[in-house]
């Protein structure tokens, strides 16, 4: 389990350096339209107008994917669904 520490430490957004691929920062995304179970891919925000899927991502135990919803995902982990 993660300590308050370093959760709160995720959440601090450093200034990038050359090659980061901006992990510590939130990104938005959409569950797969297809997603029925596993680890789901997602259409980050700025992929939208190509439909690029990412790589299946882990998600907190408290959420659980459903097809299209909106999440937040920080450093390659959904979090939770967004409204």
Do not use: C, W
């Amino acid at each position: 389990m993660i300590n308050p520490n370093d959760f709160a430490r995720m959440f601090v957004l450093n200034e990038p350096k050359e090659g980061d691929d901006n992990n510590n920062l939130a990104r938005f995304a959409t569950i797969d339209p297809q997603y029925v179970s596993g680890r789901p891919q997602v259409i980050y925000d700025i992929d939208v107008a190509n439909g690029t899927l990412s790589k299946p991502l882990p998600h907190l135990a408290s959420y659980s994917p459903v097809a299209n919803d909106r999440v937040m995902i920080l450093q390659g982990v959904i979090l939770d669904k967004i409204i």
